[in-house]
């Protein structure tokens, strides 16, 4: 992990094309404003995680098998 120190207004970029920017600091929080292309899905953390919980279920064998049923 590479750990970056940066003040309100500061930014870093990634790949070229995603921009973070610092928007605001309010004691352990920070708020963060990000500009990516539209192509590159950006999503927290515990969002993330629950995609791909559901994924994985909809791939499970009992999901296979209603798939099945339905064509």
Partial sequence: ????????GESLVI????EITIL?????QIK???????????????VFVQIQKENESSL???GLSALKKLL
Avoid: F, H, Q
């Avoid at 992990?1 to 309100?8: I, Q």
């Avoid at 605001?24 to 352990?28: K, M, N, P, S």
């Fill in 15 to 18: 790949n070229n094309n995603i």
């Fill in 1 to 8: 992990m590479l750990a970056l120190t940066r003040k309100k």
């Fill in 60 to 62: 499970s064998v009992e």
């Fill in 32 to 46: 963060l404003g990000i500009s990516a292309p539209k192509e590159v899905p950006v999503y927290r953390k515990e």
């Fill in 24 to 28: 605001e600091i309010r004691g352990d």
